[in-house]
Every structure is written in structure tokens, then in C-alpha cells.
């Protein structure tokens, strides 16, 4: 498509259903989990039917569920459990509820829940139990513990390889993990059992992260079309108008976003890209509003980091340090829930705070789950800490072909920087270049400090090669 470099044939094909489901390690007995349900009389009274069904349905085929819908399936589930203790099919579900309702409204309290949900299945019904090991696995990618997803994913895959639903944990384990020709054998066997819109939106991941992007946004445009509940349809209009940005096509990305909060309100991810594309607009106190309506419902790290960098390339490092402060406070609550967020706590800390911290911080995360999110990461904070030699190799790691080809204009700035440091001017502008040319507002203060490096360093020859490249 265009410029773009053509999909194989057999990873076209339409991806499968999924959503993200529930699950990850410690041991538990039945009279503790029962201990960490809410008392009877605070269950609210019985849902009605339809829309716990229709939850149920959702987490079942994994697609993104209605908020209302997921707390009337997890009320009827915390009821059916305190009835039938011994029902492991009751307390999978259970499990994989609360995964997905604290992945929404980034409530990590309900992931230590979803665990003991997910145990007390497997010791309930220990033979067989693929439901729970699957969620065991979404529950570890929930927690951004990577390897512990794939182990959780291969041993569901063992028991039954013919169950689709298990496939989409463990691309995202292996994706997590950075082995991305394993994401695609993975791809491409589930690819053979199943399709619908979810498919295409795994399909759309796949390809952006190849750096195929007119064939995402085909493949996501197509699954919203063909999505049928709203918080399905919201979910793929938001990847859409993420992928849009991406590629600095702000109005179609603000579209996305807008659409996608029309669609579903909980959609909060949505309401986060919004302030992304109108900051980049120069809408800046709508901007504002639209972060500050995001974190409100779905505290998550990320667009605490986000808000307070906006904040800051306003020149209200007041503002900013509150959400600098909010974002240390979600990290420790994630960690008490037993997830991982140091990858963005190392980012933050990189760029406000202490490099060397970082380094320390992001080796660590190198050493469980060798991202290339985090080999960009771990670059940038070496050369925030002045070892720029050894920057570059992970900066170049997170930028070239063989470990994935994702085209990001902040991975292309990372190296642009770094390179520049070296005084390697040639392969710096054209890295420079490379992030402005893929998203010119790809960060309110980044984007600026590309133009002014670009600027001290000249015009490019037109016959200086890359490294690598011959003359």
C-alpha cells in the first residue's frame, strides 16, 4: 500500500477475537479468596440478565466489554461463587472480570483479586483448566510481567492448541518479551482458527509495529466497521486514532478519539489521545480538559507523564510537578497490586528526575523482558547519564528493522540525540529528520528540541550515508 512494504499473504488474513482476560501467580485456598469478596449485603441487587450475558459473551471471546456490563457479570459471579464454591468455571470468569475491570479504570487493587479468583479455579479443577491458565496469562500481561505470560500462555496452549482465545496472550507476551518472530508464528496459527473484527485489530498491532502502516489502519478501520457492541467499536476507533497520530495525521486522529467517546464515554484511552491531538493542534486548554477527564476515571502512569510535560513545555512547572507527584503514587499503587510500571517510571525519571536512577531501573527491566520499548527507554536514559557509547546500542536496537520495524518519531529522536553527542552528524540529522518527517508534534516539548538540534547541525550532504549504508 503506497510506500509501504507489502504484508505476507498469510498474515493479511483477518486476526482473532480477544480481549484482555485476567490472571498471574500466589498461592490461595477457597476461605481466603471468599474472605476477598465484598459481604453479601454490600452486593448490589441482582443485575439485570442481559447485561452480564452480554459481558460474559465479551471476556468469553475476547473483545473489549461495556463497564456496566463488566460490574453486572462480576456481581453475578461474586453471587454464583458464594452458592457454588467448586464452580471453577464461575471463579475463571470471575478471575478474567476483574483482570479487564481493573485494566480499565487502572485499579491495580483488583488485580491481587483476579489472582486468587484464578488460583482457587485451578485448585478447584486442576486438570484441564484451560479458562484460568489463559487468564493466569492476561492477568501477568495486565501486570506487564512478561515472561510469566508466556509460561502461563504455552502451558494453556499444551492443553488445548486449538483454542484461539489463548493465542492473543501470548503474542502479547512474546511482543512484551521482543521476540517478535515467535508474535508472528503466534499470529498466524491463530490467524487459521479464527477471524472477525478482533482479528483485524490484532492484525492492524502486528502490522504497525512491521511499520506497515497503511495496512493497519486499514485492517483497523475494517474492524470498527465490523465491531457490533460499542465498547468493541470504541476500542478500535481509539487504536486508530492512536496509529493516526502516530504518523502525525492529527485531524483523522482527533476524529478517532472523538468518535470512539461518542461511541463508549468510558473510553477514557480515547479521551487521553484527544489531549495528545489537540495539544499537537495548539488547543491547548482543551487539551487540558481532555487529560484531566482521562486521569480522572483511568489514573494511569502514562498520561500523568504525559499531562505534566504538557504542563511543563507550557511553563507551569507548578502544574507539572502535581502530576509528576500523581504519577509516583500510581507506580507505588501498581506495585502493590503486583505490577510492573517501571518502564515508564524509568522514562520519567530520565527526563525529570534522576538518570542514573533510571539506568538502574531499566537495566533491570532489560534483564526480565527485553522490549524494544524498553531498549529505547534504557538508550535514552544512558545518554540522559552521559554513557552515550552505550546508548547508542540500544537506541539502534530500538530503531532498526531485525527486532521489529516500528516506525516511532520519539525512537528516531532518542537516536537523532545520541548521535549528535557522538558528533556523528550525518546519520544524527537524518535521525532528526527521520522523527519530524514521521510525526512533526510527536511530543509538545520534544518536537521543539528536534528542530533546534536539527537546526545546530546543518544541511545534510547528500551523498553521507548512514552507517551501514555504502557510500
Not at 538518570?355 to 537495566?363: G, K, N, Y
Amino acid at each position: 500500500m503506497g510506500n509501504q512494504e507489502e504484508a505476507p499473504a498469510e498474515v493479511r488474513r483477518p486476526v482473532a477475537r480477544w480481549v484482555p482476560i485476567a490472571a498471574v501467580a500466589a498461592c490461595a485456598v477457597l476461605g481466603v479468596v471468599l474472605m476477598l469478596l465484598p459481604p453479601e449485603h454490600a452486593v448490589s441487587r441482582a443485575p439485570a440478565p442481559a447485561p452480564g450475558a452480554q459481558a460474559l459473551t465479551a471476556v468469553g471471546s475476547g473483545v473489549p466489554a461495556a463497564l456496566p456490563d463488566l460490574a453486572a457479570l462480576i456481581g453475578e459471579r461474586e453471587a454464583r461463587v458464594r452458592a457454588h464454591p467448586e464452580d471453577a468455571r464461575s471463579w475463571a470468569v470471575l478471575g478474567t472480570a476483574y483482570v479487564e475491570q481493573g485494566r480499565r479504570i487502572a485499579e491495580p487493587s483488583y488485580f491481587p483479586r483476579a489472582e486468587q479468583a484464578l488460583r482457587t479455579s485451578l485448585r478447584t479443577r486442576a486438570q484441564g483448566n484451560v479458562q484460568a491458565l489463559t487468564g493466569m496469562a492476561a492477568l501477568a500481561n495486565a501486570r506487564r510481567d512478561f515472561p510469566a505470560a508466556r509460561k502461563w500462555g504455552q502451558d494453556a496452549l499444551e492443553l488445548d492448541a486449538k483454542r484461539w482465545t489463548t493465542y492473543p496472550v501470548l503474542i502479547d507476551a512474546y511482543t512484551g518479551l521482543g521476540d517478535h518472530k515467535a508474535a508472528k508464528r503466534t499470529l498466524d496459527r491463530m490467524l487459521e482458527l479464527h477471524s472477525g473484527p478482533a482479528a483485524l485489530a490484532r492484525a492492524g498491532a502486528l502490522y504497525r509495529d512491521q511499520g506497515w502502516r497503511e495496512d493497519a489502519a486499514a485492517a483497523l478501520a475494517d474492524a470498527a466497521a465490523g465491531a457490533e457492541a460499542p465498547a468493541e467499536k470504541a476500542a478500535y476507533l481509539e487504536r486508530g486514532g492512536q496509529l493516526a497520530f502516530e504518523r502525525g495525521d492529527l485531524d483523522v486522529a482527533l476524529r478517532h478519539f472523538q468518535e470512539a467517546v461518542r461511541v463508549d464515554p468510558d473510553q477514557r484511552a480515547a479521551q487521553a489521545g484527544q489531549g495528545r491531538a489537540l495539544a499537537a493542534l495548539g488547543r491547548t486548554s482543551e487539551a487540558l480538559n481532555a487529560y484531566q477527564m482521562a486521569l480522572a476515571k483511568q489514573p494511569l502512569p502514562q498520561y500523568a507523564l504525559e499531562l505534566g510535560e504538557l504542563y511543563e513545555s507550557l511553563g507551569l512547572d507548578q502544574a507539572a510537578r502535581v502530576q509528576y507527584d500523581l504519577l509516583r503514587e500510581r507506580v507505588r499503587g501498581a506495585a502493590a497490586g503486583g505490577a510492573d510500571e517501571e518502564l515508564v517510571l524509568g522514562q520519567f525519571e530520565a527526563d525529570h528526575g534522576d538518570p542514573e536512577a533510571a539506568v538502574r531501573r531499566l537495566r533491570a527491566e532489560w534483564q526480565r523482558q527485553p522490549g524494544i520499548a524498553v531498549a529505547d527507554a534504557l538508550g535514552w536514559a544512558l545518554h540522559r547519564a552521559r554513557e552515550h557509547e552505550e546508548a547508542l546500542k540500544f537506541a539502534m536496537r530500538a530503531t532498526d528493522k531485525e527486532h521489529g520495524g516500528v516506525r516511532s518519531a520519539l525512537y528516531a529522536f532518542h537516536r537523532g540525540m545520541i548521535e549528535g553527542e557522538l558528533e556523528l552528524y550525518g546519520p544524527a540529522r537524518r535521525h532528526l529528520q527521520e522523527a519530524l518527517r514521521i510525526n512533526p508534534h510527536f511530543s509538545p516539548w520534544r518536537a521543539p528540541t528536534a528542530r533546534a538540534a536539527l537546526q545546530g547541525l546543518g544541511d545534510l550532504p547528500a551523498d553521507e550515508p548512514l552507517p551501514g549504508e555504502s557510500s
